[in-house]
């Protein structure tokens, strides 16, 4: 988790930096108003892509192990009615 503080914290200055530079350099306020809105955006889809691709990645993940679970639990299953097989056998002898 610290390292996404981290990138929030980098991806945050970023902005406010290039918003301060924007505000700053000599143009007119509705260009600089234009850019920084266009900034934004930008910054706006980036993060949503990536949030979306770490949310199908976990997505993933999870499904992978619920997977892995049900397989293991099947062949415990096997195993166990197998040893019931075996002592239902060994009753009937």
Known sequence: MKSGKMLLGLISGAAAGAALGLL????KGADTRKAISDSS???????KGKFNEFSDSLSH???ALKNKTKASLSKA?????EAKAEIHDMKAS
Do not use: L, R
């Not at 700053?24 to 143009?27: E, I, S, V």
């Not at 299953?77 to 009615?81: I, L």
């Open 24 to 27: 700053f350099a000599p143009k």
């Open 77 to 81: 299953e096997q195993k166990a009615n």
């Open 41 to 47: 955006n930008e910054a706006i889809q980036g993060t």
């Open 61 to 63: 993940k999870v499904d």
